[in-house]
């Protein structure tokens, strides 16, 4: 049984005001990890300049793969 079923078999035998409290935690889990990635990039907007970002954006364009979405 994966981590994912035991935990929600666990949930299930929780009383109605501990399933509220354990989705409550859960929620705070997923706040908690969307924030260091949302500070990362709010300190790194508007870094480059306009040259900088013109460059950057031609090189992504001239030595990145493309992906074509009819051979998935």
Aim: hydrophobic share 40%; proline share 4%; with cysteine.
């Amino acid at each position: 049984m994966s981590t994912l079923e035991m935990t929600v078999e666990e949930l299930k035998s929780l009383p109605p005001s501990k399933l509220e409290e354990a989705a409550g935690f859960i929620h705070r889990l997923k706040l908690a990890s969307v924030e260091p990635r949302r500070g990362a990039l709010e300190s790194s907007f508007g870094c480059l300049t306009a040259a900088e970002a013109e460059e950057l954006e031609q090189a992504i364009a001239a030595n990145c793969e493309r992906i074509d979405a009819s051979q998935w």
